[in-house]
């Protein structure tokens, strides 16, 4: 079993940024890829950014492209999703997961991630 523990998340006006994080103690991230996705209330739960293992490939949703950046530290065991110029549409419970498989590309849904975390509230006020 793999914990994630995101955080970073708050309150934020819109053009603002954010930065998240999702951390696995005792895990060497590398060995994962990691994707952020987020849930809006009534929405079902979206791809906005993913990583794969040892961070050899990004991709991201059109929705959120130029705007975050996802990122890894294996020193810290740590990914991040830095989000600029946020808007009220971003607004949304964010979740990191990770799955341990080899595959080159990026995996873009819930059902290829096998750990997720608990989820951290951005909220983006207009």
């Known amino acids: 079993q793999v914990q994630l523990v995101e955080s970073g998340g708050g309150l934020v006006q819109a053009g603002g940024s954010l930065r998240l994080s999702c951390a696995a103690p005792?895990?060497?991230?590398?060995?994962?890829?990691v994707g952020w996705f987020r849930q809006a209330p009534g929405k079902e739960r979206e791809f906005v950014a993913g990583?794969?293992?040892?961070?050899?490939?990004?991709d991201y949703a059109d929705s959120v492209k130029g705007r975050f950046t996802i990122s890894s530290n294996n020193a810290k065991n740590t990914v991040y999703l830095q989000m600029n110029s946020l808007k009220p549409e971003d607004m949304a419970v964010y979740y990191c997961?990770?799955?341990?498989?080899?595959?080159?590309?990026?995996?873009?849904?819930?059902?290829?991630?096998?750990?997720w975390g608990q989820g951290t509230q951005v909220t983006v006020s207009s």
């Open positions: 997961a990770a799955h341990g498989w080899y595959r080159n590309t990026v995996a873009l849904t819930t059902a290829e991630y096998d750990y």
């Open positions: 005792g895990r060497t991230f590398s060995s994962y890829a």
């Open positions: 990583i794969s293992r040892n961070s050899s490939n990004t």
